[in-house]
C-alpha cells in the first residue's frame, strides 16, 4: 500500500516558512543503503584548500546523511570510509583519514547514541592505527544495543580480499567436515562475508560523478539499484539523499524474473 511522506527542508525559509524538499512511499524505503563518497579531493582543490579539508567537511555530511537514514526508518548505512587500496595514498592524507574517526565519534558519538543508531565496522583491522580502530570499537561496544540504524563503516575494505578470505573459510570448514560441498549455496558463501549480519544493499549512491565500483561489496551489489551523481560528496545533502531514493522507488526491481503483470 502506497503511504506517502512529505519531508521538509529543516531550515526555514527568510518567510518563516519550510520548504518541501521531497515526497516517499514509506513502505518502500531501502532497508540498506551503501555509498562511496567521492570527490572530497575535488571539492577542496576547487576552493583551493588542503585535500584533508574536503574530507573534513565529508565527514560533517556522515552526520546529516545519518540522521535523515535514521529517521526515515533506514535499516543499515554502510559508508565506503577507506579502502584497502587507499594506503596507497600520501602519508599526510591516510594518517589524517585515519584520525576522522576518532573526530567524528569524540564529537557525535553522544547524538548516535541518543538516536538509537548502532555503530559497526567492516575492514580489515590488522593493519588500522590502534587509536582509530579502539575508538571505533568504543562506538561499537556502547552501541551494540541499540536498535535503531546500523551506521556501518567500511574501514580499510576490499571487497576482493573479503571473497578470498570467504572462500579459503569455506575450503577450511569443508576440509574439516563442518560443511559438505553440496552446502554451499548463495546464502551459505554471504555467511562467510564480512556482511554475514546484514541485508544486501537496496541502493547505492556514488558521488562526483564516477561510475565504478572501486572494489566495494562486489558480491552484496549483485542486484543492487545504482544512483550515481556529480554532486561532490562535501556538497551531498539530505535533499540529495530524497532525490536517490525517490529514484530508487520508481524503479522496478526484477531480480532476474519478470514483473508480475508480465508473466
Ligand atoms: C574519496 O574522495 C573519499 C575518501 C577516500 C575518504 C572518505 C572519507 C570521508 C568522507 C570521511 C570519513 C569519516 C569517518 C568518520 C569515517 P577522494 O579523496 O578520492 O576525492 P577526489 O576523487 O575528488 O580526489
Known sequence: ML???????SKKTKEGSQ????????????????IIMDGNGRWAKKRALPRIAGHHEGMKVIRKITRIANSLEVKTLTL?????????????EVDYLMKLPEEFLSTFLPELIEENVRVTMMGDEGEIPSHTLNAVQKA???????TGLQLNFALN??????????TKDVLKDVKNGI??????????????????SMS???????TSGEMRLSNFMLWQL??????????LWPDFNEQHFIQAIEEFQRRSRRFGGLQSEES
Open 3 to 9: 503511504e506517502k511522506i512529505k519531508l521538509w527542508n
Open 19 to 34: 520548504e518541501g524538499i521531497g515526497e516517499l512511499d514509506k513502505n518502500s524505503i531501502p532497508q540498506h543503503i551503501a
Open 80 to 92: 565506503y570510509a577507506f579502502s584497502t587500496e587507499n594506503w596507497k595514498r600520501p602519508k599526510v
Open 140 to 146: 561499537m561496544e556502547q552501541t551494540k544495543d541499540n
Open 157 to 166: 575494505y576490499g571487497s576482493r580480499s573479503e571473497i578470498l578470505q570467504a
Open 179 to 196: 560443511i559438505s560441498e553440496e552446502d554451499i549455496t548463495d546464502e551459505l558463501f554471504s555467511s562467510y562475508l564480512m556482511t554475514k
Open 200 to 206: 544486501d544493499p537496496d541502493l547505492l549512491i556514488r
Open 222 to 231: 549483485a542486484y543492487t539499484e545504482f544512483w550515481f551523481t556529480d554532486v
